[in-house]
Structure formats: C-alpha cells, structure tokens
C-alpha cells in the first residue's frame, strides 16, 4: 500500500540489537508512548503531513522489527490545527491523562511558544523543528531540544544569499500573522540590515487573506529588488508567486523551505510564477547536477519511493520526522528506561548522532543540534522526490 498521509528509515542506531535489561515486567511490556504534537489540518499544515509520514513510517517498522527491548512504540497524536490553544489543550492532555514519555512537536513555532513552557515545566522530553531562537534555552527548558535550524542559523543562510550570491541591497520582509511569521520579519529583516543592506518594505499578511495586490504593489513602489518570505502556508506563498507575475515583476523570491511544496506548484497559475524562487535547503536533501542525494539519502529514498508520497511534500520533513522518532527510540532502548532524565541525559551525550535529515550534536549547555554547515539554498521549483537543487551560487 501506498503511504500518502503517514508514512521513513531506520537510523543506523535504530537497527542496533535490542538489549534485554533487568526491569520489571510492567516496564518491559508498557508501550513507549509518544506524543506527536501534529498542525495535520489547516493553513499551516504543510509540514505536519509531511513530518507525520517520517514519523508513521519509522513507527511501523520499529515496532515491525520487535519494537525497543520487545516494547512497542504508541503514538499519541493529536491534530492542533495549528492553533496554539489547541497545542496548550493537547500537550496538557498528552502530559496529565496519555502520561506520554516524550513528545515530537509542534510543528510551529507559534504552537511551540505556548506549549514549551508546560512541557518544561512538567520535565517531558521534548524534540521539535520550530525555528524561533527563544524555544531553546537550555537554563529555561533543559528538556527541549530543536532538531531543525535556528532563526538564527535560517536567517544568516538566507542573508548571505540575498546579499553575496544574489547581490541585491534592497529587501521587501513579509511573513504571515502567526507568532511565527511575526517573529521572523523581525530577526530577517535584522539579518539583512547587518549586511549593509536595506530592508525597504516589512509587513505581515494574514494566511488567508484572498487578494494580496496592494501588499506587493507597496513593496515594488518600495523599490524592493527581492522578497524574503516566512510563512508555511502554501496558499499564501501561491498567492505571492501569482501576483509577481500578474505585475510583471520578476525579482527573486527568497525564504522559507515551504515555497518549494509541491501544494505551492498546484496552486501557482503557471509553472512559470515558481521560477526565480529560492528556499532555505539542507546538504542531506538537496541534489547537485549529477541529480544525485548523499549515498544513505539516496538508499532511503531509493527504498521507500515507491511506499510514501515524496512528490506533495519536502524530504526534510519526512526525514526530520523519522530522525525524531528513532532518537527517542534509542534513547530508551540505551538507557534501558523511560525515565524523562534518563532519555533527556541520553541526548545530552549525542555528538555526530547519524540521522537521515542531519547529524545532530547536543549538550546539556547546546541543544540547538544542527550545524550551520548543514544549511544551504536550493531551487524551489526542482522537487525530486521532495528534494531540490542546489540554487546557483553552491557547489
């Protein structure tokens, strides 16, 4: 069967021998249960379905393969809708009544301001692919730990681009009016400035505002020689694209890895409207003229292409999502336990841990686990079974 809504590979630490460990026989038999924290619905569900692909995936065949030390992984998913007071009510649910032992999300950063403080506070392990530099604090929330870049990381990838590979000196910044793309405008539209740069136009649209003319009319009037755009709704990044090309305005679109879904190429006008656009990418997902991933990408999508939908969604998400679950999965199967310090201890320790997204490095004084070595630009219009392009500019 074709997967399409859930959907992996095994890390290589995930394909260890199970170790059996003197624990009671409750423990030994108790499901690990997961709480995946999910926006599967709504205008910023783009990632999540992609990420619960990776997430099912790597569930099935864990538990296929005789689960971690014979107990089966359970996933406790509850759908946000992207909405932060629904993320609040799940994650207090997950914590106080589903008794989860780790949670995976949310998705969104603006979920994840609301419900990283509950989940510290009630020391669950947390991993999550928010961007939003203020969800990781170590002092704060020694319990969260990102596995996906940083504003931080995201923004100095794509001002470098702009600025010394594009050349362009005058930037228009919108994002949506999430906390998200609130957050974002700010920390680019910084980054840009710190390169001696102009930020001629900031702003933020509502995701789904219908007709979105008079922003980008302000923003050419502006004199902006590129935009820089942070938001996952593929209808609003659509609608963008649509209205470039209605104006006659072709300057480089620049921004956020959801330009390049493939709900983005069914909803743009022409193919021609998703030309000249360029997304943050990642070494592990983007492909040179040769056409070809990294050797243990390339066998993962080789393997699984044919099961899971690459062509509507982007591999780092479904590879992000496989990385989380076999992280938690070894966690448990290592430490032989459940127990939150014991998991949390376990990924403070992980140096180079080999993921298929990236490799991750974690401390108990840096838990942002991505190198900035692992961002780079890719071409948004190049999907190849969720993969991109290197954007010109990249060996």
Same mark, same amino acid.
């Given at each position: 069967?074709?997967?399409?809504?859930?959907?992996?590979?095994?890390?290589?630490?995930?394909?260890?021998?199970?170790?059996?460990?003197?624990?009671?026989?409750?423990?030994? *038999?108790?499901?690990?249960?997961v709480?995946?924290?999910?926006?599967?619905?709504?205008?910023?569900?783009?990632?999540?379905?992609?990420f619960?692909?990776?997430?099912?995936? !790597?569930?099935?065949?864990?538990?296929?393969? =005789?689960?971690?030390?014979?107990?089966?992984?359970?996933?406790?998913v509850?759908?946000?809708?992207?909405?932060?007071?629904?993320?609040?009510n !799940?994650?207090?649910?997950?914590?106080?009544?589903?008794?989860?032992?780790?949670?995976?999300?949310?998705?969104?950063? =603006?979920?994840?301001?609301?419900?990283?403080?509950?989940? !510290?506070?009630?020391?669950?392990p947390?991993?999550?692919?928010?961007?939003?530099?203020?969800?990781?604090? @170590?002092?704060?929330?020694?319990?969260?730990?990102?596995?996906?870049?940083?504003?931080?990381?995201?923004?100095?990838?794509?001002?470098?681009?702009?600025v010394?590979?594009?050349?362009?000196?005058?930037?228009?910044?919108?994002?949506?009016t999430?906390?998200?793309?609130?957050?974002?405008?700010?920390?680019?539209?910084?980054a840009?400035?710190?390169?001696?740069?102009?930020?001629?136009?900031?702003?933020?649209?509502?995701?789904?505002?219908?007709?979105?003319? *008079?922003?980008?009319?302000?923003?050419?009037?502006? =004199?902006?020689?590129a935009?820089?755009?942070?938001?996952?709704?593929?209808?609003?990044?659509?609608?963008?694209?649509? @209205?470039?090309?209605?104006?006659?305005?072709?300057?480089?679109?620049?921004?956020?890895?959801?330009?390049? *879904?493939?709900?983005?190429g069914?909803?743009?006008d022409?193919?021609?409207?998703w030309?000249?656009?360029?997304?943050?990418?990642?070494?592990?997902?983007?492909?040179?003229?040769?056409?070809?991933?990294?050797?243990?990408?390339?066998?993962?999508?080789?393997?699984?292409?044919?099961?899971?939908?690459?062509?509507?969604? @982007?591999?780092?998400?479904?590879?992000?999502?496989?990385?989380?679950?076999?992280?938690?999965?070894?966690?448990?199967?290592?430490?032989?336990?459940?127990?939150?310090?014991?998991?949390?201890?376990?990924?403070?320790?992980?140096?180079?841990?080999?993921?298929?997204?990236?490799?991750?490095?974690?401390?108990?004084?840096?838990?942002? =686990?991505?190198?900035?070595?692992?961002?780079?630009?890719?071409?948004?219009?190049?999907?190849?079974?969720?993969?991109?392009?290197?954007?010109?500019?990249?060996?």
């Open positions: 069967m074709r997967i399409t809504r859930r959907g992996f590979t095994l890390g290589a630490a995930s394909l260890a021998a199970s170790t059996t460990l003197a624990r009671p026989a409750l423990a030994q *038999s108790e499901p690990i249960r709480g995946w924290l999910a926006a599967l619905t709504g205008p910023s569900s783009a990632p999540a379905i992609g619960d692909r990776g997430v099912h995936y !790597a569930t099935d065949a864990i538990n296929a393969a =005789g689960g971690v030390n014979g107990r089966q992984i359970e996933l406790v509850r759908d946000t809708q992207g909405d932060p007071t629904k993320a609040v !799940a994650a207090q649910e997950m914590i106080s009544r589903a008794r989860v032992h780790a949670i995976w999300g949310p998705t969104n950063s =603006g979920e994840s301001l609301a419900t990283t403080p509950i989940m !510290a506070r009630a020391g669950v947390n991993v999550h692919p928010c961007f939003v530099d203020a969800l990781i604090d @170590t002092k704060r929330y020694p319990n969260a730990f990102r596995m996906a870049p940083s504003n931080t990381q995201i923004d100095n990838a794509v001002g470098d681009y702009g010394k590979i594009l050349g362009k000196k005058k930037f228009a910044v919108i994002g949506d999430t906390g998200y793309g609130t957050t974002t405008v700010k920390s680019s539209s910084a840009f400035e710190a390169r001696d740069s102009e930020v001629v136009y900031a702003g933020t649209i509502e995701q789904t505002q219908p007709d979105v003319t *008079s922003d980008m009319l302000r923003m050419k009037n502006a =004199g902006a020689e935009i820089a755009i942070w938001t996952v709704s593929p209808g609003l990044i659509s609608r963008i694209l649509n @209205t470039r090309a209605n104006l006659d305005w072709d300057v480089p679109v620049i921004g956020h890895p959801a330009m390049g *879904s493939g709900e983005v069914r909803l743009v022409k193919p021609e409207n030309s000249n656009a360029y997304i943050l990418g990642f070494r592990n997902t983007s492909y040179g003229d040769d056409g070809k991933l990294p050797d243990h990408v390339q066998a993962f999508v080789d393997k699984i292409k044919s099961e899971i939908d690459l062509d509507d969604t @982007t591999l780092w998400w479904i590879l992000d999502g496989v990385d989380s679950i076999n992280i938690i999965a070894d966690a448990v199967r290592e430490t032989g336990t459940t127990d939150p310090k014991d998991i949390i201890g376990y990924w403070n320790a992980q140096a180079d841990y080999p993921g298929l997204f990236a490799s991750y490095t974690f401390s108990p004084d840096q838990h942002n =686990g991505l190198s900035p070595e692992d961002l780079v630009m890719s071409e948004a219009n190049s999907q190849k079974y969720g993969a991109y392009k290197l954007a010109p500019g990249y060996e």
